[in-house]
Structures are given as structure tokens and as C-alpha cells.
T-cell receptor
Framework: DTAVSQTPKYLVTQMGNDKSIKCEQN?????MYWYKQDSKKFLKIMFS???????INETVPNRFSPKSPDKAHLNLHINSLELGDSAVYFCASSPWAGSYEQYFGPGTRLTVT | AQSVTQLDSQVPVFEEAPVELRCNYS??????LFWYVQYPNQGLQLLLK??????LVESINGFEAEFNKSQTSFHLRKPSVHISDTAEYFC???????????FGQGTRLTINP
């Protein structure tokens, strides 16, 4: 009965590869987010989608491409991975775009070697 | 631009002792304020929030936070902590209508028996 789920939980890959992280929420929420948490635990928003439409794009390199096939899913594809992409990536959802109560997934730890 | 500063990266306390986790924010407009908690190997969970009304807000597990507009602070307190409170605590701010959260760098609360 996981509310917000992410796959995979761990991802180890080499520089230059392309990888995807998937996120699904079963809460019926309209809005979904991707956050990046760096090695110092600093958490920063990357993208936000509301009903499959991009509403926030926080100066993220265009190697990162989010895709929302429907409002319950928000996937993150990363091209040409770099060492600096190593982080924990969290997906979150909220009932609507103006709702500040966000529900987070368990995170995906990405390690680029 | 909004920013959040959590003044302590780590706070060790003994079980049943009181604790205060400090949070200061900067914003040019009215704000909403939040505390999120991250237990080991889990995603973030909303602990409490200030949107309007009473400046003192409480959570169901004994934490409270007070919004102080003049000092731009939203410190989190608990009169008596338990081992189960061991976690990372994140303060977050949102300008009203901004539709996104800006997080502080987190405070690791460690409870010693």
C-alpha cells in the first residue's frame, strides 16, 4: 500500500550512461515532483508536474528529462551521466499544485562511477 | 529569493531531555513554513506546518514549532525526546502562491540512551 513508490532503490552506473528512475503515486494526487538530495543532505526541487503538465523547471541541465505519461506517474530520464549526478533522488506528490503538504517516496540512490 | 538556514547540522541529546532545532528563513513576502522528518532510509514526512492563524503549531508526536515573524524563525521543540525521534529534520519555506518548497540543509537529531 505504498503511497509514493520509486524504482530502483539503488542505481550504480558508469559515466556517460543513460538511466531512468520511475515514480508512481496511488494517492490520486494531481501534482508530482522530483527532488535531488546531495551528499550534504541539501534537498532541492528539480521539476514539478501538474496533471501531466510541467509547471516548475529549476535550471536543471537538459540531460535531465522528466516524463509524465499520466498524473500517477512521473519518470526521470538522465542522459550522459556525470559524477556530479550522484545523489539521492526523491519523488513526491501533493493533492494539487498549491498544496504544500507533499508526500515523498523512499528515494533512489544514484551512484555514478 | 527565499532561503532557509538550519543553524545546527547535528544535535545530540539524551533521552527524555528537551530539544530545540533552529530554523531561520529569508523571504520578502508572506510565507508558509514546514518541518519535515526523514527517518533512516526513508523519504521525508510532514511533521507540522504553519499556514496562518496561531503562531504555535503542534504535531501528534509531541513536537511544536513557533512562527516568529520579527525574528524570521520557525524553531522546532520537544520537551522530552525518545529514541524513536532519531532522524534528520528539515525546515522548509514557501512563498504564498509560489507552489514550491525551499528546504534547509537539515539537522540530524541523535538521541542517546
Amino acid at each position: 500500500d505504498t503511497a509514493v513508490s520509486q524504482t530502483p532503490k539503488y542505481l550504480v552506473t558508469q559515466m556517460g550512461n543513460d538511466k531512468s528512475i520511475k515514480c508512481e503515486q496511488n494517492l490520486g494526487h494531481d501534482t508530482m515532483y522530483w527532488y535531488k538530495q546531495d551528499s550534504k543532505k541539501f534537498l532541492k526541487i528539480m521539476f514539478s508536474y501538474n496533471n501531466k503538465e510541467l509547471i516548475i523547471n529549476e535550471t536543471v541541465p537538459n540531460r535531465f528529462s522528466p516524463k509524465s505519461p499520466d498524473k500517477a506517474h512521473l519518470n526521470l530520464h538522465i542522459n550522459s551521466l556525470e559524477l556530479g549526478d550522484s545523489a539521492v533522488y526523491f519523488c513526491a506528490s501533493s493533492p494539487w499544485a498549491g498544496s504544500y503538504e507533499q508526500y515523498f517516496g523512499p528515494g533512489t540512490r544514484l551512484t555514478v562511477t | 529569493a527565499q532561503s532557509v538556514t538550519q543553524l545546527d547540522s547535528q544535535v545530540p541529546v539524551f533521552e527524555e531531555a528537551p530539544v530545540e532545532l533552529r530554523c531561520n528563513y529569508s523571504s520578502s513576502v508572506s510565507v508558509y513554513l514546514f518541518w519535515y522528518v526523514q527517518y533512516p532510509n526513508q523519504g521525508l514526512q510532514l511533521l507540522l506546518k504553519y499556514l496562518s492563524g496561531s503562531t504555535l503549531v503542534e504535531s501528534i508526536n509531541g513536537f511544536e514549532a513557533e512562527f516568529n515573524k520579527s525574528q524570521t524563525s520557525f524553531h522546532l521543540r520537544k520537551p522530552s525526546v525518545h529514541i524513536s525521534d532519531t532522524a534528520e529534520y528539515f525546515c522548509a519555506v514557501s512563498d504564498r502562491g509560489a507552489q514550491k518548497l525551499v528546504f534547509g540543509q537539515g539537522t540530524r537529531l541523535t538521541i542517546n540512551p
